[in-house]
């Protein structure tokens, strides 16, 4: 069966890279949409966020990453999917999420939306935070991997 794991990814960050890996676990293929929120800005292009999370996932042959525009729904029906995986770190992202998930239900209904609770030491981590610690100089080696830093940097230099 396949799912599919839809965010912005600004950047990918080890809080998203736990719900992949947990997820993957469970779905033949695992598809990383990587996508647009109209209400927000970004720091990195939408191919510089699908990259960085190829780099993660090279050797992982079960996950495929795609961006795309457009309503998630249209997306899954065309590609046969109707499973989103979507990751749960407090009680403040569930308020958002049950929105989302009742709408994409509306608008599609074979769509079923499954939560994963984040692992307790990266339940306050958001793509945000990483880059504010980043522009004041902090240190991020527990929040995003290696690569991801460096991409950072390149941008901010
Ligand atoms: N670990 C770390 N951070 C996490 C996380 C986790 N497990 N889960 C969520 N986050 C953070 C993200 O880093 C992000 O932080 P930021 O706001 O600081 O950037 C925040 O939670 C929200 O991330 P995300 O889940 O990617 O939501 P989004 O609002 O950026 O993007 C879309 C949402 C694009 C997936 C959604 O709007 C969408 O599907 N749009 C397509 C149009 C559509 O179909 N609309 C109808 C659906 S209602």
Redesign the pocket.
Known sequence: MKAIY?????PI?N??I??INRASNFFDELII?V???S??KYMFSIEERKKLIEQQFANNAKIKVVTFQ????DYMKKHHIKVII??L?TVT?YAYEA??AL??KN?YKDAETFFIH?TEK?SL?????VKEIYSYGGELTDYVPKHVVDALKEKLS
């Open positions: 839809p965010g912005s990814f600004d960050t809080g998203h736990d719900i949409g996508m647009m929120n209400k927000k457009g309503l998630l729904v979507k990751g770190r992202d929105q989302m709408t994409n608008l984040s990266y981590i958001s793509s945000s935070i």
